[in-house]
């Protein structure tokens, strides 16, 4: 087996699709959200949008489930669902 079919095959059977299989399980509570960008700049996946000083959102279909925003939110916005 060549190198690049070995590493192929290790990409197939390994994290990625561990990965792919993590969903979104949080969501920002606009209520308490205060639009400081943390969680957006922390996600890897850029599953967080919003603008400035306004209520974020994470996009359901992009989050990986990760759990890092949660983690960087300093009011407690962020909550599973
Ligand atoms: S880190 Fe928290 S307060 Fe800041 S934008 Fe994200 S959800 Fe809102
Ligand atoms: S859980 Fe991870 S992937 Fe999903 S929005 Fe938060 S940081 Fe991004």
Do not use: P
């Not at 994290?15 to 960008?37: K, L, M, P, S």
């Not at 890897?44 to 603008?51: D, F, H, K, W």
């Amino acid at each position: 087996m060549g190198v690049l079919t070995f590493l192929k095959q290790l990409g197939n059977t390994g994290t990625n699709d561990q990965a792919n299989d993590r969903t979104c399980r949080y969501r920002i509570d606009a209520e308490v959200c205060r639009g400081c960008g943390r969680c957006k700049k922390v996600c890897r996946a850029g599953a967080i949008r919003g603008e400035r000083g306004r209520a974020h959102a994470i996009d359901a279909q992009i989050c990986k489930g990760c759990a890092s925003c949660v983690r960087w939110c300093r009011v407690k916005a962020i909550h599973s669902i």
